[in-house]
């Protein structure tokens, strides 16, 4: 039974920083892709970022290239976005999600396994 459990949110000023983390038992990280997404209130869940399995190759929402790093530690079978100068429009539920293919994926209804999530919130 596959299991995502984030951690690492909390408050933060704008321009803070903050580093999420993603522990998956029940997957190997090496043979899915991951990914993270993001709901604020009152919208629709957008994808954030994603790390394919095999290769590693990566892609960013525009909205956060340049402020967010997505990677993986295979050995510890775990995810994280680390996010740089965070802003209030970054404010949201943050969930990881992994696909059990090789292939990167922006789409969220591709994923087919989630985490319950965890919130960040960025005060002006």
């Known amino acids: 039974q596959v299991q995502l459990v984030e951690s690492g949110g909390g408050l933060v000023q704008s321009g803070g920083s903050l580093r999420l983390s993603c522990a998956v038992s029940?997957?190997?990280?090496?043979?899915?892709?991951m990914g993270w997404f993001r709901q604020a209130p009152g919208k629709e869940r957008e994808f954030v970022a994603a790390i394919s399995g095999l290769r590693g190759i990566i892609g960013y929402a525009d909205s956060v290239k340049g402020r967010f790093t997505i990677s993986k530690d295979n050995a510890k079978n775990t995810l994280y976005l680390q996010m740089n100068s965070l802003e209030p429009e970054d404010t949201a539920v943050y969930y990881c999600?992994?696909?059990?293919?090789?292939?990167?994926?922006?789409?969220?209804?591709?994923?087919?396994?989630w985490g319950q999530g965890t919130q960040v919130s960025v005060s002006a």
């Open positions: 029940g997957r190997s990280l090496s043979s899915n892709t």
């Open positions: 999600a992994a696909r059990q293919t090789y292939s990167l994926s922006r789409t969220s209804n591709e994923y087919d396994a």
